[in-house]
């Protein structure tokens, strides 16, 4: 996954397709830092770029603690530690099944 390679912790994946009609999936990240969160998004995106995935939207840059990539289906969040904490969005979203993430596997519905 694109987001291991730029040393992204605590990587969850949440299955929403039963419960929301926003998307399919979240994948949450942390990044200690905003070079590293930053450094996670780009790389993301290279990655789903080269597979033909064109996202839709990016906010959260620059000391924001939040960058949040929307692919549709998919919304990737990538916080810093206090803001994951703060906001919460395994324990927000405790009923989703949660996606196991094994470093070198690949799930062709997330990209």
Same mark, same amino acid.
């Given at each position: 996954?694109a987001?291991?390679d730029?040393?992204?912790?605590?990587?969850?994946?949440?299955d929403?397709?039963?419960?929301?009609?926003?998307?399919?999936?979240?994948v949450?990240?942390?990044?200690?830092s905003d070079v590293?969160?930053?450094? =996670?998004?780009d790389?993301i !995106?290279k990655?789903?770029? *080269? @597979?033909?995935r064109k996202r839709l939207?990016r906010?959260?840059e620059?000391?924001?603690g939040?960058?949040?990539i929307d692919?549709g289906?998919v919304?990737v969040? =990538?916080f810093?530690?206090? !803001?994951?904490d703060?906001y *919460? @969005?395994?324990?927000l979203?405790?009923?989703?099944?949660q996606?196991?993430?094994?470093i070198?596997?690949?799930n062709p519905?997330?990209?």
């Amino acid at each position: 996954m694109a987001a291991f390679d730029k040393k992204a912790e605590n990587v969850c994946i949440l299955d929403l397709s039963q419960l929301s009609i926003m998307c399919d999936y979240f994948v949450i990240c942390t990044g200690q830092s905003d070079v590293s969160r930053k450094a =996670i998004a780009d790389n993301i !995106e290279k990655e789903l770029s *080269g @597979l033909g995935r064109k996202r839709l939207h990016r906010e959260g840059e620059h000391g924001s603690g939040w960058v949040l990539i929307d692919y549709g289906d998919v919304i990737v969040h =990538i916080f810093s530690p206090e !803001e994951r904490d703060y906001y *919460g @969005l395994e324990r927000l979203w405790g009923d989703a099944k949660q996606v196991e993430v094994t470093i070198g596997s690949e799930n062709p519905k997330l990209g």
